[in-house]
C-alpha cells in the first residue's frame, strides 16, 4: 500500500525526495517562489500552487501525510493558549487549518534551530499546543544533518504529529559515522575557483571543534573591529562566515539561504578553493542527477534553504515503521542508489 502525503512549503522538493525514497506518494505541493517551482518541475514533473494561503483546503486531495518546512512567523496573541486561534495571520495557520479539515495521519514540519527559542519558546509552544488540539500527539527535538551521512553542521528543529497515537519515538532513528567534507569532494573539475596564496592566511594550529568544523584560516580581508583584541587574530569569530576557511577533513558549516554567490572557501590538498555548486547540492544529500536550473545566484539560495534529503529519508523510514507498522522497502532504482554519482 502507498500512502500518501502532501509538500507544503516544497522548495525545490528535499521533503519530496526524501519521502519517496520509502514508497510515499506525493498528491499535491504548494510552493510560492516561481524559480523554486520551475526546479521542481523540472525534476518532479509536477508545478506546484502557489500561495498556501490562497489555497482552498477542499481543493487539496486526501492524503496521509503533511510535510512542511515553514517559515518562522510570531504569533500575535501572548500566552492566551488559544492554540489554534492563536496562529492567525502566519502560514503555520494554513498548515493548521488543512489539518484541521482533512485529519491526516502524520504531521512532519520543519524549522531552523532557533525556533525553539523564538520569543522566548512561545511560538514552540502554541505550534505543539495547536496540533494537540487538532488531535496529535507531539514530540520535537533539534536534528544535525551530521549524524544523517552528510558532512555538514545543521541543525534544525523537527517536529512530527501522530494523529491518535502515541508520540513519534526519535531515539529509534538511526544514525550515521560521520563523514568528511572531503569525502564529498568532486575530483576533477576544470573549473575549480581556486584562491591565490596572497589571498589568505592558514593559522599555525588549526583545532577540529566539537561541532566537527576545523577553522583553519581566513580570506585576508578587514575583520570585525568591534571588540577584536589584539592577537586573535587567529580566531574564527573575528572573521565574518564568508572568510572563514575550513578543513575538507572536517565538517561543514551550515548552507546559508543566504549567500547568493556560494561564498565557501574550503583547504583542501593544501589550497584554497570554492565549494562548487555540485558540491553544495551534496552537501544537502541531493543526488548529482538533481537537475539544477536558473543562474547560480538562485541556485545557492535554494539550496540553502532547503532540507537535508538524508534526514528525511531517516524520518520517513521511521514513520513508515513507527506508525504505519511496516518494514521499510526502498522505493527507488537502482541506478540512483549512490548518493553521488561515481563519475563526476
Ligand atoms: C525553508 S523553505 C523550505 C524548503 C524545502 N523544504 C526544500 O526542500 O527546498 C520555505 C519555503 O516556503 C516558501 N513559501 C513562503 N511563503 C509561502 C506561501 N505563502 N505559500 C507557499 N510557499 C511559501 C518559500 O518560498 C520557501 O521555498
Known amino acids: 500500500m502507498s500512502y500518501k502525503f502532501i509538500d507544503l512549503f516544497a522548495g525545490i522538493g528535499g521533503f519530496r525526495l526524501g519521502f519517496e525514497k520509502y514508497g510515499f506518494k506525493c498528491v499535491f505541493s504548494s510552493e510560492i517562489d516561481k524559480h523554486a517551482q520551475e526546479m521542481y518541475y523540472e525534476n518532479f514533473g509536477d508545478m506546484p500552487f502557489g500561495d498556501i494561503t490562497k489555497i482552498k483546503v477542499q481543493d487539496i486531495p486526501k492524503f496521509d501525510i503533511l510535510s512542511g518546512g515553514f517559515p518562522c512567523q510570531p504569533f500575535s496573541i501572548a500566552g492566551e493558549k488559544k492554540g489554534f486561534n492563536d496562529t492567525r495571520g502566519t502560514l503555520f495557520f494554513d498548515i493548521a487549518r488543512i489539518l484541521e479539515y482533512h485529519k491526516p495521519k502524520v504531521v512532519v514540519l520543519e524549522n531552523v534551530k532557533h525556533f525553539k527559542d523564538h520569543d522566548k519558546g512561545k511560538t514552540l509552544q502554541i505550534v505543539l499546543q495547536t496540533l494537540e488540539q487538532l488531535g496529535y500527539s507531539t514530540s520535537w527535538q533539534v536534528l544535525n544533518a551530521k549524524d544523517f551521512g552528510v558532512p555538514q553542521n545543521r541543525e534544525r528543529t523537527i517536529i512530527i504529529g501522530f494523529y491518535n497515537k502515541t508520540k513519534f519515538d526519535f531515539l529509534n532513528l ?159 532504482q537502482p541506478k540512483q542508489l549512490n548518493l553521488f554519482d561515481p563519475v563526476n
Open 174 to 332: 538511526e544514525k550515521k559515522q560521520n563523514i568528511k567534507i572531503s569525502d564529498i569532494l568532486e575530483n576533477d573539475n576544470n573549473n575549480f575557483e581556486y584562491l591565490d596564496e596572497l589571498e589568505y592566511t592558514i593559522i599555525k594550529t588549526p583545532k577540529k571543534q566539537i561541532s566537527g568544523l576545523t577553522f583553519v584560516g581566513y580570506r585576508n580581508k578587514k575583520i570585525r573591529k568591534n571588540g577584536v583584541r589584539k592577537n586573535t587574530e587567529h580566531l574564527s569569530r573575528v572573521h565574518k562566515q564568508p572568510n572563514r576557511i575550513y578543513s575538507s577533513e572536517g565538517t561543514h558549516p551550515t548552507l546559508s539561504s543566504q549567500e547568493p554567490t556560494g561564498r565557501y572557501f574550503i583547504y583542501h590538498k593544501k589550497r584554497v578553493r570554492k565549494l562548487t555548486l555540485k558540491e553544495c547540492y551534496r552537501l544537502m544529500g541531493f543526488p548529482d542527477k538533481f537537475k539544477k536550473i536558473g543562474t547560480n545566484a538562485k541556485q545557492y539560495n535554494r539550496v540553502g534553504n532547503s532540507i537535508v534529503v538524508p534526514m528525511v529519508e531517516e524520518i520517513a523510514k521511521q514513520i513508515k515503521c513507527q506508525f504505519f507498522n511496516q518494514k521499510y522497502e526502498l522505493n527507488y
